[in-house]
């Protein structure tokens, strides 16, 4: 396997660091890191994620991952992450994450080489 683009390693690093139960947006992991934007840090999801807690990194929406949504749903359901049903014009839709609850910001913890960005 070929070594991984450095940011790709501090983006994972960073989505290893996010609690069970809570989660950390696109936007949030690339202000963490002071570099990088959503889609930089959503395109290291899709490409590298596989082997890190993906289904912590999330839309700022709260909508879990289009085509993951039932296995991003079990594991919210285990880790218990704050959810909230869709409304009823959605009848049918997965419940999306209660952002304001399930928000991480990162404070007090720290990895080696991953350092929020001040």
Do not use: N
Not at 1 to 16: I, T
Not at 50 to 61: F, K, L, Q, T
Not at 86 to 96: C, I, N, Q
């Amino acid at each position: 396997m070929s070594e991984l683009p450095e940011y790709a390693e501090r983006v994972l690093a960073v989505a290893e660091l996010i609690p069970p139960g809570r989660v950390m947006t696109y936007g949030d992991v690339a202000e963490w890191l002071g570099e990088g934007g959503p889609r930089q840090v959503g395109r290291v999801m899709a490409l590298y994620g596989g082997a890190v807690p993906w289904w912590r990194v999330v839309r700022a929406d709260g909508i879990p991952l289009p085509g993951h949504e039932l296995r991003a749903l079990a594991h919210y359901r285990q880790e218990g992450t704050p959810l909230r049903q869709a409304g009823s014009s959605a009848a049918g839709s997965a419940p999306r994450l209660a952002m304001a609850r399930a928000r991480w910001d990162g404070a007090g913890d720290g990895a080696p080489g991953v350092t929020p960005h001040t």
